[in-house]
Each structure stands twice: as C-alpha cells, then as structure tokens.
C-alpha cells in the first residue's frame, strides 16, 4: 500500500488522508514505513500474544466502528487478504463507506487453501465498492462472482510498485552469504505448511544441501513456533543452511535480487521475484496468482520433498530452464499501478 499513499499525499488539495495501523508486526512495519517516509496516523494497537483470528476480527470491527462514527470518511482503502483487511471492509460497510479494495479478486476457488485468506479476500469483493484487479484474469474472477463490471479496473499490483522504489532508493544492507557465494532463498510460513507439511518441506531442503556444500540456503525463520522449532530440528546442524532472523522489506527485498533462485509458499513473493528474474519453487498446491505459474515465473511444487527436490536439481543443472523461468516478464504490472488507482478514486469524485 505504501505507493498508493505516497500518491495520495502528492494531491493533498483533493485527498485527507488517514493511515492507521492494527499494530501486528510493529518492528518491521516501522522499518518497511520509514523506507517510504510513511507515518500511521492512528495506531489501533490491537494486537496481543498468542491472539486468535477471531480476536483479531472483532477487535479491528471494533476498532474501526469507532473510528468510522465518530470521522468523516468517504473511502477506506484496504489491501489484500489478511484479516484486518476483511474486518475493516465490513465495519466500512457496515457504516455505508465505501471500500477500496487493491490487489482484487485474486482467487484459488478453495475456501480453505490458503488459510484464511480465501475467505477473507471473497468476503472483501461482497461489500467492495472500488476493485482494483492487478490482472485481467484477476478482474475475471470479480465479474464471475457478479461484481459490477464499471468497478472493476485493472491497475497491476503496487507490489511491483514498491519493489522498484526500494531497488532505486535503498542500498542492500550486510548479509549472512560470504561475498559471491551462490544462494538458494527461502521463506515458509504459512498456516497450511504447519505440521507435517513443513517438516516435509524442510528435510527437502536438508537432502539437497547436504548434496550440495558449494551452494547456501538462507531462510529468515518466521518467529512463529510451528515453522521455528521445525527449522532448527532439521536444518540447524547444516554449514550451509543459513537461518536467521527474519528481514525488514528492503533486506529482503535485496535479499531476492541477489539470489540464484527463491522457494517460497509466500503470495508477494510470486510477484515480486520475477520482477528481478528470480525463478520461484512455490510450496504449495494451489495459489491465487495462477498467472505466474502460466507465465512460467513460477512452479508448485506443494509441500512436497520429490517434487522439491526434483525441481531444486533441475533448475540447478539445466541453465536453458532456468533462463526461460527468469527471462518472462513480471505479468502482475509496470511499476504504475498506484498512479492509476489514485486516478481513478480522484476521477469519481472530480
């Protein structure tokens, strides 16, 4: 989101603008914030240990009901799928604003897969009032579900957006890969990879670095017990798998660019890492961002330690592949979706 308030703030005869913050992550939300010389303006603080989602949802309805009678406000804009952004688009709904949804109807038609970010992005679309789909296959999915095709619009993600900024405006920090080693980059976190799966996905990574000592596997562990614990299990005694802490926006963003390849069930890694040429292993079955799989910028493997392991060697041994992965260009946008999406809000109003 933080390019679409950048271009907000450029135009602050037409727009008020207010930011406001749930408090989840709050180191990191800082850090990537200050990169784009963004402050919230009001901080939910919301968040607590060991919260549940159904804390979270009614604490954000909560919240924002609070917020939403006592402002004036016209639009909230909300983005992507998590919680926050489900339950704030229903309390606005609730109060009869209007929501703005960035990064519209991405879909894998299964309510559980991922988990609960299905359901959370679907239940956004039902009282949206702005769509702003990064693709066409994107906007298909809306009109499917019977969404008004005049709110509709195609933008591209400011995902892509951000990831240029950071390129153009941050130098990329230290990092734990001895200069001109060759990396692997992975994240795990998600829900679903929980348990089994997880452990599955990291005695994969074990096999093929214990096959491969000239090659480094970095992974900043999400500090959520279920993937930490797993991760110093079977992969803590390996030289060659790096596990640190996790990274702010602009190192990992570095992070990407300088790796030979990403693995990953992460959704913004899908399009963030072919805008720098990375070929991408995504651990999981099915995903929201099909067009990166069509494209060929990215490959599921699930959770899965053949397939991993087939797809790691692979790409590894045969460099025609690899470059085909690399060479496509980013499907989910240009780098101005965020002037469009403000464009566009502007105009309805004008």
């Known amino acids: 989101m933080a390019p679409v308030i950048r271009e907000i703030q450029k135009d602050p005869d037409t727009f008020d603008l207010t930011i406001k913050s749930t408090g989840q992550h709050r180191e990191m939300l800082v850090q990537a914030l200050s990169t784009f010389s963004i402050t919230p303006n009001v901080d939910l603080d919301i968040m607590a240990g060991g919260q549940t989602l159904a804390y979270v949802t009614s604490e954000v309805l909560t919240a924002m009901q609070s917020y939403l009678q006592n402002n004036e406000t016209d639009v909230v804009m909300v983005q992507g799928d998590t919680t926050t952004t489900m339950a704030a688009a229903m309390a606005s709904f609730y109060n009869g604003v209007r929501v703005a949804h960035v990064e519209a109807g991405l879909r894998t038609w299964n309510g559980w897969e ?53 390129l153009e405006h941050t130098e990329a920090p230290p990092t734990p890969i001895a200069e ?19 452990r ?73 890492a072919p805008s720098l040429g990375k070929p991408v292993l995504v651990l999981r ?5 099909p067009e990166a799989v069509e494209a060929g910028t990215c490959r599921l493997v699930g959770p899965h330690r053949d397939r991993i392991l087939e797809s790691l060697e692979r790409l590894l041994s045969d460099k025609a592949e690899y470059q085909r992965m690399a060479g496509i260009s980013n499907p989910f946008g240009d780098g101005a979706a965020a002037e469009r999406i403000v464009s566009l809000i502007r105009d309805d109003y004008a």
């Open 114 to 166: 991922p988990f609960p970010e299905e359901m959370n992005r679907r239940v956004t679309s039902l009282v949206g009032h702005y769509h702003f789909a990064p693709t066409d296959l994107s906007a298909q999915n809306l009109l499917r579900e019977g969404v008004d095709p005049a709110r509709v619009h195609v933008t591209g993600n400011p995902v892509v957006d951000a990831l240029m900024y950071v």
């Open 285 to 289: 079955d099915v995903t929201e961002r």
């Open 200 to 272: 599955e996905i990291f005695g994969a990574i074990r096999a093929f670095a214990q096959t491969h000592p000239e090659l480094s596997i970095w992974y900043p562990v999400h500090p959520n017990p279920k993937a930490k614990e797993p991760a110093h299990e079977i992969l803590g005694d390996l030289e060659n798998v790096v596990l640190s802490e996790p990274l702010d926006y602009v190192g990992f963003v570095h992070a990407m660019k300088g790796a030979y390849l990403v693995v990953s069930d992460s959704g913004g890694v899908q399009e963030e």
């Open 180 to 198: 001109g080693r060759p990396y692997i980059l992975m994240t795990c976190h998600r829900r679903e990879s929980f348990g089994e799966p997880i």
